[in-house]
């Protein structure tokens, strides 16, 4: 018969073990589940920062950027009688490397009087962004990559939407710099009042896709510093040549009112070791310091 101390002495031995065991076992059943960040959570954009044009980092000018019916809504109803060229971004407060983006738009209203002509039905998100904080008040645009919205302008001609443009930035196309502003993707083309279903895929300074509607309509490689159209930016944010492998994420008002909703991330950077307990088979980029181990009761 053993003894009630031996028995205690026993299972102070083995809890330990099972307890390893089953956090082992927890960690690589959990290994596949996809850990989706919620950057928006359908009441305010307190985590959010708004720069626009003319305007200094953290104004949020006209309420521009508004929430309601859970939405990030884009307006311009308080901007007075001219534009004046207040183009704007909400940028989420951290910078990414390695994820997965997501986000729904649709596009509504009325294109907003004295906004330029090729901003009619027109947004994006930009990618791989300078800090807004970077930004001085006259600066225009991000020094920055777009996946832009394009919708249809009710003629009948195909518009495609996800495409690629540079403010301040170039790519790598087909093997070499793309020498223009923008890359049109092989999207369908979608009309106002239709939510679409955009993806990002970001690895780093190395493969960007952009996914729409589920289908993969562009890729490219190799982000980096370079090129036109960023006016009266501070020279030091612009050293041109340097690849880009983060930066922020914002959403784009250009007069055209669009909203957003369903704004979520994956990130695809973090522990690559079996090992540990935070281990995710769908990290591609290691991240050896934010491994978290069982505590082994020595």
Same mark, same amino acid.
């Given at each position: 018969?053993?003894?009630?101390?031996?028995?205690?002495?026993?299972?102070?031995?083995?809890?330990?073990?099972?307890?390893?065991?089953?956090?082992?076992?927890?960690?690589?059943?959990?290994?596949?589940?996809?850990?989706?960040?919620?950057?928006?959570?359908?009441?305010?954009?307190?985590?959010?920062?708004?720069?626009?044009?003319?305007?200094?980092?953290?104004?949020?000018?006209?309420?521009?950027?508004?929430?309601?019916?859970?939405?990030?809504?884009?307006?311009?109803?308080?901007?007075?009688?001219?534009?004046?060229?207040?183009?704007?971004?909400?940028?989420?407060?951290?910078?990414?490397?390695?994820?997965?983006?997501?986000?729904?738009?649709?596009?509504?209203? #009325?294109?907003?009087?004295?906004?330029?002509?090729?901003?009619?039905?027109?947004?994006?998100?930009?990618?791989?962004?300078?800090?807004?904080?970077?930004?001085?008040?006259?600066?225009?645009?991000? %020094?920055?990559?777009?996946?832009?919205?394009?919708?249809?302008?009710?003629?009948?001609?195909?518009?495609?939407?996800?495409?690629?443009?540079?403010?301040?930035?170039?790519?790598?196309?087909?093997?070499?710099?793309?020498?223009?502003?923008?890359?049109?993707?092989?999207?369908?083309?979608?009309?106002?009042?239709?939510?679409?279903?955009?993806?990002?895929?970001?690895?780093?300074?190395?493969?960007?896709?952009?996914?729409?509607?589920?289908?993969?309509?562009?890729?490219?490689?190799?982000?980096?510093?370079?090129?036109?159209?960023?006016?009266?930016?501070?020279?030091?944010?612009?050293?041109?040549?340097?690849?880009?492998? #983060?930066?922020?994420?914002?959403?784009?008002?250009?007069?055209?009112? %669009?909203?957003?909703?369903?704004?979520?991330?994956?990130?695809? #950077?973090?522990?690559?070791?079996?090992?540990?307990?935070?281990?995710?088979?769908?990290? %591609?980029?290691?991240?050896?310091?934010?491994?978290?181990?069982?505590?082994?009761?020595?």
């Amino acid at each position: 018969m053993v003894s009630h101390a031996n028995q205690s002495k026993f299972l102070s031995i083995l809890f330990p073990i099972f307890l390893l065991s089953f956090e082992m076992l927890y960690a690589q059943e959990g290994s596949t589940k996809e850990d989706w960040q919620e950057l928006f959570n359908g009441k305010d954009i307190n985590d959010w920062i708004a720069k626009i044009h003319h305007h200094e980092a953290g104004e949020n000018f006209g309420q521009t950027f508004r929430v309601e019916d859970e939405m990030i809504k884009v307006r311009y109803d308080e901007y007075g009688k001219e534009f004046e060229d207040q183009f704007g971004h909400l940028y989420y407060k951290q910078p990414f490397s390695y994820y997965r983006f997501q986000v729904e738009y649709r596009f509504v209203g #009325e294109l907003y009087p004295g906004a330029p002509g090729y901003t009619i039905m027109n947004s994006g998100i930009m990618f791989h962004s300078q800090d807004p904080y970077t930004m001085p008040k006259e600066q225009n645009w991000p %020094i920055s990559v777009e996946m832009q919205f394009l919708g249809s302008l009710g003629d009948g001609k195909p518009r495609p939407t996800g495409n690629m443009c540079s403010p301040g930035t170039e790519v790598v196309y087909d093997g070499k710099i793309y020498p223009h502003h923008c890359i049109n993707s092989i999207s369908e083309t979608y009309d106002k009042n239709v939510w679409v279903k955009a993806e990002l895929i970001v690895f780093g300074d190395s493969l960007i896709m952009h996914i729409i509607n589920g289908d993969t309509v562009l890729q490219y490689s190799q982000p980096q510093v370079g090129g036109g159209v960023v006016e009266r930016y501070d020279p030091v944010f612009k050293p041109d040549g340097k690849l880009l492998t #983060e930066g922020f994420l914002a959403l784009q008002s250009e007069g055209q009112p %669009i909203d957003f909703r369903n704004i979520r991330l994956l990130n695809l #950077e973090g522990c690559m070791d079996p090992n540990a307990l935070n281990y995710k088979k769908y990290y %591609i980029k290691s991240k050896p310091l934010d491994c978290q181990y069982p505590d082994r009761h020595e």
